[in-house]
């Protein structure tokens, strides 16, 4: 899966020159936590998010007026509080990619692009509701993790077994295990009776850490 698949197109953006007031109230009326900032060109030229606009606001504990502070957080503009060293990603981008850069840049949401042109948005609830799709979350059926030894046909041994029973398998996430030696495996299985796909798959597992009919 790639990036442009779960992106939101046609991102809402805002300009250097919009009163912080005013984004902070469309980032509210739009239910959204930023906005890329566009030059009068439309050129990506920065970031701002909920926190920059209102960290921006002037302190409560202040000698000047209510008057005066709205007057002067009224002259604050996009341009003074938007990160100018953006993070993108392309469209073409694996969907895992996206996720990395945003763990690692510790942002939740990055601009899209395409041959340095803005044409989306990806954010961390893309990725969640991904996940949820990746392992089924939606879906009814038999759901088992269980710990399984990392060598070649593993997997497909695995698999195989819930073929032969009858099962139709509908998500199936692998991670980490204890150490190299092994594999954590999630999956989701309709079509089967619980118990029977217990005792088919337990020659095939180290472990089963958990079985749920969900």
Do not use: C
Request: proline share 5%; no cysteine; net charge negative.
């Amino acid at each position: 899966m790639l990036v442009y698949e779960r992106m939101s197109r046609h991102p809402m953006t805002v300009t250097p020159h919009t009163p912080v007031e005013q984004a902070l109230k469309r980032m509210r009326d739009e239910k959204v936590r930023r906005f890329p900032v566009v030059d009068d060109d439309g050129k990506l030229i920065g970031i701002v998010s909920d926190k920059d606009l209102l960290y921006a606001a002037p302190s409560p504990a202040t000698s000047l007026s209510i008057y005066e502070l709205h007057y002067l957080y009224s002259r604050i503009t996009v341009g003074q509080v938007m990160t100018r060293e953006v993070v993108t990603v392309d469209e073409s981008d694996p969907i895992e990619e996206a996720a990395r850069i945003m763990v690692d840049s510790k942002i939740g949401g990055v601009p899209v692009m395409r041959e340095g042109k803005l044409v989306g948005i990806i954010t961390e609830t893309d990725i969640f509701k991904t996940l949820m799709e990746m392992m089924g979350a939606r879906d009814q059926g038999v759901r088992l993790t269980l710990l399984s030894p990392e060598h070649r046909g593993q997997l497909a041994a695995l698999t195989g077994a819930v073929a032969e029973l009858g099962g139709n398998i509908i998500s199936l996430g692998t991670f980490w295990g204890k150490d190299a030696s092994n594999a954590v495996i999630t999956m989701k299985v309709t079509g089967v009776n619980k118990d029977a796909l217990v005792e088919k798959i337990k020659p095939y597992v180290l472990e089963l850490i958990d079985v749920r009919e969900v």
